[in-house]
């Protein structure tokens, strides 16, 4: 039996299933004829099996880049529940545990390996590995690799030489999102030819997607009344920042919901408790930055709610198609607001500094005169004197890394400052007798450390956390919750990062391409401006998302808040055109059947139950049940 022909058989065996999705027969056809290929399938379409069956038919090892050590970690366990050996080697592991894996893969103890990225900057480590048999290269979220991506990783630069050293074996690239330029800058990134290339289409049919604008005084109150509308659904609440998930979160938590913050600020040991929460469905809602979500798969999550906009489209889409992996009918909704822009235009200038800024901050490291230098980007803004984003100087130093002229060796986290400028009593009724978590972490707090607070202290706030009993992200919350009421005097640990010195050249001489780098910031704003036509385009919406990856196979999804509004009619010349139905609304904020919110948007706008019921669809007494469940839920309706 050919290894094509035990295809079925394994994936019944491992899997399961009887059939495959599309796509995924069609890739593994090609690797098992040692072709490479590159896979682009919508989120949740399948991607895994395309590199995992192949492995368990061919001879030897799948080696797998992955860019998340987490879900690293879950796709191993997801195999070894199937009995499929596997396992994977990050930073996570100490030197021996490293060298005992090596020697296990060695003895062909597994069938796929997982490794990060990074891996490849150690020779040793890629020496160690070419000595092993490698079967195939299996590259998942490839967008990664393009500087034209959403998620661009500079580690990724290293894969095609690392794909020479293993003993170039077929390679398999995998990604949801990816446009045709992304795609070809995959292809000539990893150095492959003749790729076989397979597209299963980006369109996601039980998705319903929409736009409402809102000012930022209005978006926590619109979440909380979708929340009602939606009952125990899960969900996740996409924020542009660290400082919004955490003020939205604790207006969640003062409703009574069930939810929980996720950031990059956060404590990786806190950061996997809030996530493995979330997907074990112990809390409802997950409020997060684009920190969250890459590797995700929750398949009943009912909503996906960007509370502000995205700065991609990519990035945009990736995100709410974590939405109804099960099939099921999936709520999507931007809340815009015209300032939004300015957060997204602020990223970008500190992800795209200017050459300039680049040559600045190099002359400024060379003035200190020493090999090593302990800074903060603070203070490297300050003696930089420019008026870019602290961001920008961080961005600065990695090119400066990559160029070969600096390393930065490690972080420093010092001792914050922390006093109570008011009794304890007093600065507890600041939290307010709702905020039931804070007052619990404050009283835990004082019952430990009172006389100190009172007296001015430094404090390691992961110990602290520890020592009372309390998460780090909750003591953090609190004590942020404290200074903004000014209860509380506090002063941030310091944060400094070592730059080792590698080359000292004048700064006219650095070898940075320039050219590439103003590029990179010109698309920036080319992507933020197409994410925010999504917003205003009167055509189908998920059309519009599916088109930008040149997918143009929907006509309409005849779901989304723009399909709503307009019906399609054909002239006497048998076009197709859009036409505004006479009965509904003007500017349609949140259509979707899964909540009752439409019913009450047109409901306040003067339309009567009748009305509603021919501008949704449904029944009148269906109205009538949208507008009394909304009245028990304490919104002010006059029933007819």
């Known amino acids: 039996m050919s290894d094509t022909n035990r295809l079925p058989d394994l994936l019944k065996q491992y899997y399961g299933f009887s059939n495959f999705r599309p796509g995924q027969q069609e890739a593994i056809n090609g690797v098992l004829l040692n072709r490479d290929v590159i896979v682009i399938m919508p989120t949740g379409g399948g991607k ?40 994977f080697i990050n930073s996570a592991l100490s030197t021996e545990e490293t060298a005992q894996r090596l020697e296990d893969i060695s003895a062909g103890n597994y069938k796929l390996v997982y490794i990060a990225p990074e891996r490849f900057y150690n020779t040793d480590f890629t020496t160690r590995l070419g000595q092993i048999k490698i079967s195939l290269f299996a590259i998942d979220e490839a967008h990664c690799i393009s500087q034209w991506g959403h998620d661009f990783r500079p580690s990724y630069m290293r894969l095609r030489d690392a794909i020479e050293l293993v003993g170039r074996p077929p390679v398999i690239a995998l990604t949801a999102t990816a446009t045709p330029e992304v795609r070809e800058d995959i292809i000539r990134q990893l150095g492959v030819e003749g790729p076989l ?100 798969d929750k398949k009943d999550i009912r909503f996906v709610i960007h509370y502000d906009l995205p700065g991609t489209i990519e990035a945009y ?24 822009r300015y957060l997204r235009e602020f990223f970008i200038r500190g992800d795209n500094p200017a050459p300039e800024l680049v040559h600045q901050v190099y002359d400024c490291l060379l003035g200190y005169g020493q090999n090593r230098i302990l800074l903060t980007y603070s203070d490297l803004k300050k003696a930089v004197g420019d008026d870019s984003p602290e961001m920008a100087i961080g961005t600065s130093l990695k090119i400066l890394e990559r160029a070969g002229y600096i390393r930065r060796a490690r972080e420093r986290v010092g001792q914050a400052t922390l006093k109570l400028l008011s009794s304890p009593v007093s600065a507890r009724e600041t939290l307010g007798a709702r905020a039931k978590k804070q007052l619990e972490t404050f009283d835990k707090l004082c019952g430990r450390f009172e006389n100190e607070l009172i007296a001015g202290t430094e404090m390691n706030l992961d110990e602290t956390a520890a020592l009372i009993g309390v998460s780090r992200d909750a003591l ?52 933020l401006d ?42 006497s010349e048998g076009k197709m055109v859009d036409v505004e ?60």
């Open 581 to 640: 139905m006479p009965s509904k609304k003007p500017a349609t904020k949140l259509s979707t059947k899964l909540t009752q919110l439409e019913t009450f948007d047109l409901f306040n706008q003067g339309l009567s139950v009748k009305q509603i019921a021919h501008a949704r669809n449904i029944s009148e007494q269906v109205v009538l049940e949208h507008l009394e469940f909304l009245k028990k839920k304490g919104l002010k309706i006059k029933l007819p």
């Open 476 to 527: 953090t919350r609190l004590i942020k919750k404290l200074s903004v009421s000014g209860a509380l005097a506090y002063t941030p640990p310091f944060k400094g990062t070592e730059i080792e010195m590698l080359k000292e050249v004048d700064s006219a001489d650095l070898e940075i391409d320039t050219r590439a780098m103003k590029e990179k910031a010109s698309k920036a704003y080319s992507k």
């Open 197 to 296: 290339e397979i597209v299963t289409g980006f369109a996601r049919p039980n998705l319903q997607f929409g736009v409402s604008e809102a000012a930022d005084s209005q978006k926590a109150s619109i979440v909380l009344d979708i929340l009602t509308s939606l009952g125990d659904a899960s969900g996740i609440i996409y924020v542009g920042t660290r400082a919004k998930a955490d003020e939205l979160l604790e207006v969640l938590l003062g409703a009574g919901i069930e939810a929980v913050g996720y950031h990059a600020g956060m404590q990786s040991e806190e950061r996997k408790w809030v996530q493995d929460n979330f997907m074990a469905g112990k809390a409802q809602v997950i409020v997060a930055t684009n920190a969250f979500g890459m590797g995700i």
């Open 317 to 340: 889409y990736q995100e709410a198609g974590r939405a109804g992996r099960d099939g099921k009918p999936s709520v999507c909704l931007l809340l815009y607001n015209p300032k939004d």
């Open 530 to 571: 197409m994410m925010e036509q999504y917003v205003f385009t009167t055509g189908c919406r998920q059309k519009y998302l599916i088109d930008y990856f040149g997918d143009s196979a929907l006509v309409r999804c005849e779901k989304c808040d723009t399909c709503l509004k307009y019906t399609a009619c054909r002239t």
């Open 48 to 87: 895994s099996l395309c590199y995992q069956l192949p492995a368990l038919a061919l001879e030897g090892i799948t080696l797998v880049v992955s860019p998340l050590i987490a879900l690293m970690k879950d796709q191993v366990d997801s195999l070894v529940q199937r009995n499929i050996p596997a396992t």
